[in-house]
């Protein structure tokens, strides 16, 4: 028997022609347990599988389905940078609560002065315009603080999704590497060696993305749990010093009674 001959036929991209593409076919249809029909068996472990009807075709094909598996992970990475974002800057990127009602209750006396600077006099209006000054200047700093941790994850996870796109671009050029072989055989030999080296460099794709995304969510755990301890330490000397100034404030409020029921009478 004559040896077979895979060369590419000029013009021709089915590579395989004649007699010999059916010879071709029926040996390489072997080494994976195809039947005459050329249906794929279920055992067959090589892929592209050897009995594909065109060797074209089965590029295509191939680099169709990586380029979706590639899509597909840039698409998982994506959402899950989304999500941590999303749930640090809803949680962690406003005002705490606790220095935010502070505020409120500072301007809340400070109007209340004005009404009564006759009676409290200029210096108690100045201690109210010093107390808030301190608490709006905390609160910035505690800001800036929650928004250095936010653009550390954000830094992270920039440089993940980085990575993943260049391992997906990778994964997809294997593929196409495999456009200048000079024969069918050829074809999908490399095809077959493309593709299982792509799948692999995908597979650990997605197993780096879950692991990082685990970390990162480790990390905005510790910056949650950093916050709330500096809120706390930001809030509770002002919250005594505003208990304070506000018993100074009730005095006053009493001394203007006083002063009212004394003219009342006269």
Same mark, same amino acid.
């Given at each position: 028997?004559?040896?077979?001959?895979?060369?590419?036929?000029?013009?021709?991209?089915?590579?395989?022609?004649?007699?010999?593409?059916?010879?071709?076919?029926?040996?390489?249809?072997?080494?994976?347990?195809?039947?005459?029909?050329? /249906?794929?068996?279920?055992?067959?472990?090589?892929?592209?599988?050897?009995?594909?009807?065109?060797?074209?075709?089965?590029?295509?094909? /191939?680099?169709?389905?990586?380029?979706?598996?590639?899509?597909?992970?840039?698409?998982?990475?994506?959402?899950?940078?989304?999500?941590?974002?999303?749930?640090?800057?809803?949680?962690?990127?406003?005002?705490?609560?606790?220095?935010?009602?502070?505020?409120?209750?500072?301007?809340?006396?400070?109007?209340?002065?004005?009404?009564?600077?006759?009676?409290?006099? =200029?210096?108690?209006?100045?201690?109210?315009? !010093?107390?808030?000054?301190?608490?709006?200047?905390?609160?910035?700093?505690?800001?800036?603080?929650? !928004?250095?941790?936010?653009?550390?994850?954000?830094?992270?996870?920039?440089?993940?999704?980085?990575?993943?796109?260049?391992?997906?671009?990778?994964?997809?050029?294997?593929?196409?590497?495999?456009?200048?072989?000079?024969?069918?055989?050829?074809?999908?030999?490399?095809?077959?060696? !493309?593709?299982? !080296?792509?799948?692999?460099?995908?597979?650990?794709?997605?197993?780096?993305?879950?692991?990082?995304?685990?970390?990162?969510?480790?990390?905005?755990?510790?910056?949650?749990? /950093?916050?709330?301890?500096?809120?706390?330490?930001?809030?509770?000397?002002?919250?005594?010093?505003?208990?304070?100034?506000?018993?100074?404030?009730?005095?006053?409020?009493?001394?203007?009674?006083? =002063?009212?029921?004394?003219?009342?009478?006269?």
């Amino acid at each position: 028997m004559q040896p077979l001959k895979f060369l590419v036929s000029p013009g021709n991209s089915k590579f395989i022609t004649g007699r010999n593409r059916q010879t071709g076919l029926r040996l390489l249809g072997s080494q994976c347990n195809v039947a005459q029909s050329g /249906e794929k068996s279920e055992d067959c472990k090589i892929v592209p599988c050897w009995s594909e009807r065109n060797a074209a075709d089965a590029y295509e094909r /191939e680099l169709t389905q990586v380029r979706k598996k590639a899509i597909d992970l840039q698409i998982l990475t994506k959402n899950s940078c989304k999500s941590l974002l999303d749930s640090m800057n809803a949680v962690d990127n406003e005002p705490s609560p606790e220095l935010r009602q502070l505020d409120l209750e500072i301007e809340r006396k400070i109007r209340e002065i004005s009404s009564m600077s006759l009676v409290c006099g =200029a210096r108690k209006r100045l201690e109210s315009y !010093a107390l808030a000054e301190k608490v709006a200047a905390n609160l910035q700093v505690w800001l800036c603080g929650n !928004a250095a941790g936010v653009r550390c994850v954000e830094c992270r996870l920039g440089e993940l999704e980085c990575r993943i796109r260049e391992r997906t671009d990778t994964a997809v050029e294997m593929v196409r590497t495999c456009r200048g072989c000079v024969s069918s055989q050829a074809l999908l030999s490399c095809l077959g060696d !493309a593709s299982a !080296a792509a799948a692999r460099l995908l597979e650990t794709g997605e197993e780096h993305v879950k692991s990082e995304v685990d970390n990162v969510e480790q990390l905005c755990d510790r910056f949650r749990l /950093e916050n709330a301890k500096e809120r706390e330490r930001v809030t509770s000397p002002l919250v005594s010093e505003l208990a304070s100034f506000d018993r100074d404030l009730d005095s006053c409020i009493e001394e203007l009674d006083s =002063a009212t029921d004394r003219r009342r009478k006269r």
